[in-house]
């Protein structure tokens, strides 16, 4: 019987290890040709289109043009003007964004009263549909009938703004609302962080004499660090390509000051109809992407390295 | 804790405080609003407490638009979605668990880049191909990119629920001569259960919130989703619809309230087990 348990093992060999098992393909065929058809597919096709000169509603057959959509975009100052206010709205949304989720992470990882209520107050944001998110902040910024202008007043605080139409704070009040509706996956991920941070650690830094802050730089932050890190990356590359929250909020106004990337992409292609221009637009992003994650993976693995 | 004195107690008592009106705040808005008759919305001295509260608005709100309709095409789209795609996602991710093959790494590199993907760039030559094939303003054509674009998430989850299922069992349904497809579906499949419809639901939220890609590819009231018949609310603005917009905002959340209630802690787990062993 062991003999027989051998065998059969050393026939399976090393786990999967280059045995032509095909019953591994008949599990992965069924998601791995939708994948293929639906997402890698067309990433490739939509690469191609953007040095081709497609158009919506057009007679003539789509040409090549080399790289003119990309010379045209290196031109184009309300592109390079949205590609500015989207590296804003995602800095402006990550970073507070962590600071506040991490204070959050930590007070829920007290044991305080009401804790219960918090942690299911900071789920609801996550569950919520964006456009929801969106209107429901509209309501709350609306210039008579929003609350907020209605308690600044009550505190004597001015009386009131235009958040969402004015130009000096719509892309400051967007943020807000970027932040708010980000808050849980942030907060969640590193509560459960905390929560696998060995208690012992903290007693015997305490015992030592460590003081809050201390505790904090040398236990919990090392042990939270990976898990930090990645949800900062992912924010900040989620927040660089959102849609929906800032569309329904201002759809770009005013005068393109909350403009995000992906709003001009999307007025572009299926406004404008300039498909090819708007393919260019989405690789100029995940160029600028791809840099920004490669860097991050460079300071993780030295991270990784040290701790 | 010993340590913690009174001060630094109720310190930690005010910052909760004020995190908790800083995620409330907004959503409590919605609701009064929601119940407000609309000489109340039109006053210049609004109240959180809707004097005299009214369920016109939600009345009128189905009046508007078709939120009905809009409620049925989501609930196709969601639920065919979410079932397509722990249907398949399920096997694949016990390969992705268990192997180390090329098929496998490769998958985790696309489960990991889809994520830095800007949608434009996959709905542009999307909406041509589902053009070509007839499927614009179809919840066919919707449905298959839901399960598309619901796939990394649920990959990624359900690799974490494979991991902590022990290997034991399999190496013992392999001995007794078991196929590799034999042993996923009557070993590892059931042991799974509980994560499968976990993920399931989570992709059914995933779906029911989306907006950018029903936006672009549903063309007509009668075929739209919620959230598109949602923003169509706010293009017919004026003060008297803010009632009505929040009626339905506040209706159109409540089944992924619903549902995130009861999977909070295993989306939180499949989270992890996915995040630190990826």
């Known amino acids: 019987m062991t003999l027989a348990t051998a065998t059969k093992r050393s026939a399976r060999g090393k786990p999967g290890r280059g045995v032509a098992d095909h019953g591994a393909w008949f599990l992965v065929l069924p998601a791995l040709i939708p994948i293929l058809v639906l997402s890698v597919g067309p990433l490739l096709y939509g690469i191609a289109l953007a040095f081709t000169d497609s158009q919506s509603g057009r007679t003539e057959p789509t040409q090549w043009v080399g790289a003119l959509n990309f010379q045209d975009l290196l031109h184009d100052t309300l592109f390079w003007d949205s590609f500015r206010i989207g590296l804003l709205w995602a800095f402006g949304v990550t970073v507070p964004q962590f600071f506040l989720a991490l204070g959050l992470a930590l007070l829920l990882n007290q044991p305080l009263r009401m804790r219960w209520l918090a942690r299911a107050l900071a789920i609801i944001p996550w569950a919520m549909p964006e456009v929801v998110v969106g209107i429901m902040w509209r309501l709350v910024y609306h210039p008579d009938a929003g609350v907020l202008n209605q308690t600044l007043s009550n505190l004597g605080l001015g009386d009131g703004k235009d958040w969402l139409t004015g130009t000096a704070t719509a892309l400051f009040a967007v943020i807000v609302v970027g932040i708010w509706a980000g808050m849980p996956q942030t907060t969640v991920a590193l509560l459960a962080g905390l929560q696998n941070t060995p208690r012992e650690l903290h007693e015997a830094a305490a015992m030592d004499g460590a003081g809050a802050w201390r505790r904090f730089r040398t236990v919990t932050w090392p042990a939270i660090k990976p898990i930090a890190l990645a949800i900062t990356a992912l924010n900040f590359i989620w927040n660089f390509n959102s849609f929906a929250l800032v569309y329904v909020l201002t759809q770009g106004g005013p005068g393109g000051r909350t403009r995000l990337p992906m709003l001009f992409a999307y007025e572009e292609a299926f406004r404008y109809g300039q498909f090819g221009y708007a393919a260019a637009m989405g690789c100029v992003m995940v160029a600028v992407i791809s840099v920004i994650l490669a860097v991050y993976l460079v300071g993780r693995l030295k991270g990784g390295d040290e701790a | 804790m010993m340590r913690t004195n009174k001060s630094a107690r109720a310190a930690q008592y005010v910052a909760l405080a004020?995190?908790?009106?800083?995620?409330?705040?907004?959503?409590?808005?919605?609701?009064?609003?929601?119940?407000?008759?609309?000489?109340?919305?039109?006053?210049?001295?609004?109240?959180?407490?809707?004097?005299?509260?009214?369920?016109?608005?939600?009345?009128?709100?189905?009046?508007?638009?078709?939120?009905?309709?809009?409620?049925?095409?989501?609930?196709?789209?969601?639920?065919?979605?979410?079932?397509?795609?722990?249907?398949?996602?399920?096997?694949?991710?016990?390969?992705?668990?268990?192997?180390?093959?090329?098929?496998?790494?490769?998958?985790?590199?696309?489960?990991?880049?889809?994520?830095?993907?800007?949608?434009?760039?996959?709905?542009?030559?999307?909406?041509?191909?589902?053009?070509?094939?007839?499927?614009?303003?179809?919840?066919?054509?919707?449905?298959?990119?839901?399960?598309?674009?619901?796939?990394?998430?649920?990959?990624?989850?359900?690799?974490?629920?494979?991991?902590?299922?022990?290997?034991?069992?399999?190496?013992?349904?392999?001995?007794?001569?078991?196929?590799?497809?034999?042993?996923?579906?009557?070993?590892?499949?059931?042991?799974?259960?509980?994560?499968?419809v976990a993920t399931a639901m989570f992709a059914f939220i995933t779906a029911w919130n989306e907006f950018f890609f029903a936006l672009v590819l549903l063309k007509t009231p009668e075929k739209q989703t919620l959230p598109v018949i949602l923003n169509r609310f706010i293009g017919t603005e004026g003060v008297a619809d803010l009632g009505p917009l929040a009626a339905a905002a506040f209706l159109a959340t409540i089944p992924s309230l619903v549902i995130f209630a009861i999977i909070q802690k295993r989306i939180t787990g499949g989270m992890l087990a996915g995040a630190v062993k990826a």
């Open chain 2, 18 to 196: 004020a995190y908790l009106v800083f995620l409330a705040f907004p959503f409590l808005w919605l609701i009064s609003t929601a119940f407000k008759p609309a000489q109340e919305l039109g006053s210049l001295h609004p109240t959180w407490i809707p004097k005299d509260p009214t369920l016109d608005n939600f009345r009128q709100a189905f009046d508007e638009q078709p939120l009905l309709r809009a409620a049925g095409n989501s609930l196709i789209a969601a639920l065919s979605a979410a079932l397509i795609a722990v249907v398949i996602a399920t096997p694949m991710a016990y390969v992705m668990a268990r192997h180390r093959n090329r098929v496998a790494k490769a998958a985790t590199g696309w489960v990991v880049i889809s994520q830095a993907f800007p949608f434009v760039l996959i709905i542009i030559p999307l909406f041509l191909i589902l053009k070509n094939l007839h499927l614009i303003n179809s919840l066919l054509g919707l449905i298959m990119v839901y399960v598309v674009w619901s796939l990394p998430f649920a990959l990624w989850m359900l690799v974490g629920y494979v991991r902590a299922v022990p290997t034991e069992l399999e190496e013992a349904a392999a001995v007794d001569g078991a196929s590799k497809v034999r042993t996923f579906v009557s070993v590892v499949a059931p042991l799974l259960a509980p994560g499968i």
